[in-house]
């Protein structure tokens, strides 16, 4: 079983590029970072993979996705245990 990543460690991830991310170096930068086929999950959800964890943001607004970039929404992270560092 792959290990499961919480959607906040894309989020900040997200947030170190100042401008929208082409979405293959994203994709690019995710893999070095998370391996190949990593799990995500979310106060919400759990067992998700990239797509799904993306589609999931994406409808909160908390990431902006098109077909070819990423950025960060206009919908600021929720303030929960793992934001805190828990």
Do not use: Y
């Not at 997200?14 to 082409?22: E, F, H, K, L, S």
């Not at 993306?54 to 409808?59: C, D, V």
């Amino acid at each position: 079983m792959p290990r499961s990543f919480h959607g906040h460690d894309i989020l900040n991830l997200i947030a170190r590029r100042p401008v929208p991310w082409p979405l293959a170096d994203f994709r690019a930068e995710v893999k070095a970072a998370f391996g190949d086929s990593p799990a995500f999950h979310t106060c919400h959800a759990q067992g998700m993979a990239l797509d799904g964890l993306l589609a999931f943001l994406s409808q909160r607004g908390k990431i902006a996705l098109t077909a070819e970039t990423i950025a960060l929404g206009a919908v600021p992270p929720c303030n929960d245990e793992h934001q805190r560092g828990g």
